[in-house]
Each structure stands twice: as C-alpha cells, then as structure tokens.
C-alpha cells in the first residue's frame, strides 16, 4: 500500500508542475492542468507528434516515451551536464519541479548544431539518453557505425542524438507490437511434435483472445524474465498493475494451440542462467529419494518405500529439501540429471513465468478422462490427429533391427526419438514337433531386441514392414504405476497418494468454469486447493475438526472466480503438461499459435517446407 501512495504522490506532484512549464514556455497556465490535452500541448512544447499522446497508456512503452519527453523537457532550459542528464532520467518527478520552480530556470535557444561550443556541450547528455533508451544495444550499434567509418556530419545532429531517435522510436514501435499484437517464439522441446517441431520460430497471435497488458512493466526490453546468461532478473516488480486483457475477436476452444504463462512458474529452480524447473515437483522427489536413501529402502526393481510410512515422514523432508533449495544448493533429482549449484529459487509474477505451448483439450465445465492413452471429453473420445505421437515398443529377433538413418528420413524421428535396450528375453510359443498326430505348443525363452520409437499410431503401423518383428504394441502406464522406479514421487496432478492417475489412465476430473461452484470434501480440496489459494488468491487451511476455511470462514463449497483450461502436448509421452501440474488459468493465457516462419531440423538443416506454414 505505502508504495502505491508513494507513486501517486511522485505523479501528482510531477503533473502539477506542468502549468509552470507550461508559462515559462508562453502557453497558459490552465492548459498544464488539464489531463489527457496537458500530454498534448506538452508533445507541442518539445516538439513531438500529437499521436504520442497514444503511446502513454501502453505498459513499458510509455516508460521508454516518458524518458524521451523528459529529456526534451531538461533540453528546453539547456540542461546538458551529466548530473542534470541522470536527475532527469531517473528521478523526473524531482527534476520537473525544480525546472518549474527554480527562477534560475529560464528556457534557452535550441541547439545550434553549427556551433561547435553547442554541440560540445550536449556531448555527454546524448551518450547518457541513448544509455537509457536502449542499454548496451544502443552503443554497440554506435561503435559499430563508428568502426566501419560514420561520423558526426556538420550542421546535423551528433550520431548519438540520431541513435537516440532511431532507436527509442524503433523500440517503442516494436514493444507495441510485442506486446498487444504479435510475439516471436522459438520452440525449443518436442512436446508439440509433430505439430510444432524442434527448431520451428514462430508467431503468436495475442490479438484473437485479447493482449494481456503487462503486469510488470518496468522490465529490460524483449528479454522475458531474467538478464541472459545470469541468475539476474530483467524487472523489478516495485509497481504491478492486476490483471487486465483488451477485447478480442475470438475465444478459446478445444483444439487451439496455445502459448501460456506456465501455471507453476510463480516458483522454479533456476540453473545456467536460462533454465527453469519446476520447484514443486523436485521438491518433492528431493525429498522423497532423501528420505529412501536415509532408510536404505530399495529392492531389486529400485525403490520400496510405501505410501503411508513416507506419509508420516513427508514433513520433515520436505523442510529440508526446501532449505537446500533455497541456499542455492545441488540437485540429485532434475530433468537433465544431478547440479552441483542452482540460481536457488526465483519467485515470478505471473507475466514473467516461463512461456509454454501445448493444445487446449478441455475448456472450463468439461470432464477430463484418459483411459489407456485415449483421451475422452464429457465421455466422448477425441478425433486423434496423426500428429499425435506415443511410445511405442519394438521387439524383434535377434540380428534384425529398424535403421535409425532411414526414419530419420522417412518420417523424421530423431535420434532421442529411438531408443534401443538390451537384449530381453521372452517366453513365445512354439509347436512341438515331435508330437506327431497332434499341434502341442510349448513356452521357450528367446532372446529378443527391444525398440522404443515415439511416433503416430499410423507411423508405428507402417513400422510392422520391418523384417523380423515379432511384435509391437504402445507403451501404457497403468493405474497405480509405481514412479518410485524413477525416483519420483506420484509425477502427475495432483501428486497426492489419494490419487492413483498415471501418465495413460488419468482421471476423472472436472476443469474448473467461471461461476461453477464445487462442494468441498477432501477429494476435491485436494483437487482444487490450488487453485482457490494461488490462482484466485484466498488464504486456505484445513482447521483441527477438519473444516475447510477460506479467508477464515468455514465454506462448504467454492465458486471459481475465472474460466481454466487443460493443455497437453501431441507427444503425449513426452510432454510436461496439465497432467503434471494441472489447470491453466484464464490469466496466464498469452495467445495462440499463428505461423511458422522459419524452421530448421537439429539434425539434418533448415525444413523448407514449414516456411511460412500456418499453424492446426
């Protein structure tokens, strides 16, 4: 609260200076009071388009448009020096005053470009505005020009003055576009396959469901949410604004590709400056291989630690995870393997959490169910497109093999894509021949070469072509599959011992609707506790008799604030989505998938064809 009040205060004492300015420029004192037509007589003054006027309420951009305006303002009064330069800058609200009120102020003559004294002067001024504009980027395309011969042409502005214009237009311009029109991404994993592929770029369309105006605006400019190649943040979140989305012209419906902020990102384990992990989940599995090493619970298969004897021990683990955690400590559990060091734990605002991209299979008041890898909506199976891809398992006899180089080519399926393992033996049945007047089959152990390619149900069919196959099925996980194999702790939402769900049979469950209210039992605070506590931001707890308290108040059901979406990747086996973490807010949704616009292959080079191709 004491921040906000700051923040009026600085405006309103910065906007009451205006009529002075105003005066000392030969406009009346009125004009400098008004709101809105103040902004415009103010481009006037300092000699900038009236259609600025459009910029200032625009997250971000009218920071980068405010500094311009601001140093324009000092420039009236011939305030040049370093000192008056970086007041102006960063304290305005300061400077705009003392520029109103100082008698010592006085508006001098423009810049005489022509004159060398004038030109001197403004030297270090300019060299600081186009710092602020566009920070390193700014002078290194100087130096570069500098390199390559340009210099200061006389009677025109210094290099420097004319970076500053080309590049704060240049910014502002494309921040706007950025922001409420259309994105660049990059799609760096294959959850998507063969939807989107690895190494597609491509646009999102943040117009169709309405741009979401920036939460945090004062951030560094197109960099998401932390400096590259460091732990750095690239904001600061002293002011946020809630949230708030311009009107669009489409809604979202099953099927839509889209690009959201990632619903667990408010907390995640930072490494290698650029990484992000999901910080529920290791911490859990953190602590649940700390506490099966300290008991030296494991078997043969891997891990035997029941449910109900790690239940008892949960806590204390978990607080120690979470300690390690935090100091910034290593990692035996992470998606790419042991870390020495993390970045520790950086807490994001919902803007700045990592950016994903996954189909929509179920809008708000749909049930959800996976049974053996076929995904039902209101009891009603999906149309499966071919793009969707499963693992599938391979078993051929000895000396015959499928050809990694000849997929890759045929259907384009990576090398991480096709796996082989050890020779495995199996039981098959064969006739016994000495039996003579009558077919006995008998069981013998043969040893046989296991494939696992990920692929569409259609490429896996076409794959059966292969000499000496002896058979092929797709990979299930069943109900109550044990992922302490794997040293994880019950991977899928709501990761609670209550629930059974595995990767391939998954539900029922219902995706939370605006309006819809749920009765509350332990079933479905389990279900649904993130959601009222983190996304609609109650303050929850389950008191001593066991009563469901939200705000304090005993409640007996909840009625959902916001509409919520269920997204998973169309390479079900190989993507991180809502089955792992669950919904994905009205909020957190940025826009949909639009075009590719360039496309090169990891392995082989550059996808011609996917140049340019839309989206489905």
């Known amino acids: 609260m004491i921040p906000y009040l700051l923040l009026f205060l600085m405006v309103l004492i910065y906007f009451l200076s205006f009529w002075k300015i105003f005066e000392k420029n030969g406009r009346k ?20 388009p009236w259609w600025w006027l459009f910029f200032f309420p625009i997250p971000f951009v009218n920071l980068i448009v405010a500094i311009g305006c601001n140093v324009e303002t ?48 403004r030297k270090w001024h300019d060299q600081i505005t186009l710092f602020f504009i566009a920070p390193i980027v700014g002078h290194a395309l100087y130096i570069v020009s500098r390199l390559f011969g340009s210099k200061d042409k006389p009677n025109k502005k210094t290099m420097a003055a004319d970076w500053t214009n080309a590049l704060g ?29 690895i190494g597609d770029y491509l646009f999102v369309n943040k117009i169709k ?22 732990f750095i943040p690239s904001y600061v ?17 099953r099927g839509d590709i889209m690009v959201f902020n990632w619903p667990v990102g408010d907390s995640v384990i930072v490494h290698e400056g650029v990484i992000a992990h999901d910080y529920y989940a290791i911490l859990r599995n953190q602590a649940f291989i700390n506490c099966v090493r300290d008991l030296k619970a ?27 955690l935090i100091s910034g400590g290593g990692l035996t559990q992470s998606p790419v393997g042991p870390i020495d060091k993390t970045g520790g734990i950086a807490t994001l605002p919902i803007d700045k959490k990592e950016n994903y991209i996954k189909r929509c299979v179920a809008v708000g008041g749909d049930t959800l169910e996976i049974v053996n890898n076929l995904l039902l909506i209101n009891g ?108 994880q702790y019950y991977p899928y939402f709501p990761n609670h011992p209550d629930f059974n769900w595995s990767r391939d049979n998954y539900g029922p469950l219902i995706v939370p609707k605006k309006g ?20 609609e931001g109650n303050d929850i707890e389950i008191s001593v008799a066991g009563d469901f308290l939200i705000n304090n108040k005993i409640e007996n059901q909840y009625t959902f604030k916001q509409n919520y979406y269920w997204l998973m990747g169309d390479n079900r086996h190989g993507s991180a989505d809502s089955r792992c973490w669950g919904f994905v807010p009205e909020d957190h949704v940025v826009g949909t998938a639009s075009f590719v616009w360039f496309s090169k292959h990891p392995e082989t080079g550059i996808r011609w064809s996917r140049i340019f191709s839309t989206v489905h």
Not at 91 to 107: E, G, H, M, Q
Not at 238 to 244: G, I, T
């Open 298 to 324: 494991f078997d043969n298969n891997g891990i035997n630690l029941s449910a109900e004897r790690y239940e008892k021990l949960e806590s204390k683990y978990l607080n120690a995870a979470r300690k390690k």
């Open 169 to 197: 237009f240049a910014i502002v311009a494309a921040s706007i576009i950025r922001s409420l029109f259309f994105e660049a991404f990059t799609i760096p994993t294959g959850s998507m396959e063969k939807t989107m592929r």
């Open 74 to 121: 000092a420039r009236l009064f011939g305030k040049y020096t370093v000192k008056d330069s970086l007041l102006m800058i960063l304290f305005p609200w300061y400077y705009i005053p003392y520029l109103a009120f100082d008698k010592s102020n006085t508006v001098v003559k423009p810049t005489d470009w022509t004159n060398n004294k004038d030109r001197e002067e």
């Open 237 to 253: 979140d002293w002011f946020s604004s809630d949230y708030r989305r311009l009107l669009g012209y489409g809604e979202i419906k």
């Open 380 to 487: 009603k199976a999906e149309k499966q497109k071919d793009e969707v891809i499963f693992n599938y398992n391979f078993y051929f006899k000895p000396g015959s093999y499928i050809p990694q180089d000849k997929i890759l080519e045929d259907f384009e399926i990576y090398n991480d894509q096709h796996t082989r393992f050890n020779i495995e033996n199996k039981y098959v049945s064969e006739i016994d021949t000495s039996f003579k007047d009558s077919m006995v089959y008998t069981k013998k152990l043969v040893a046989f070469s296991k494939e696992q390619i990920t692929c569409s149900p259609k490429t896996a069919k076409m794959l059966t072509r292969y000499s000496g196959l002896d058979s092929m099925g797709q990979d299930i996980h069943p109900r109550g599959f044990d992922y302490s194999i794997y040293g």
């Open 516 to 535: 819809w209210s749920v009765s509350l039992n332990d079933s479905t605070w389990t279900l649904y506790k993130r959601v009222i506590e983190v996304y």
């Open 209 to 230: 469901y309405g741009a979401k105006l920036p939460q945090t605006p004062i951030s560094i400019p197109f960099v998401h949410n932390r400096i590259p190649l460091t």
């Open 29 to 48: 004192k009125w004009e400098g009071l008004v709101p809105v037509y103040n902004i415009y007589v103010w481009l006037k003054i300092i000699n900038k």
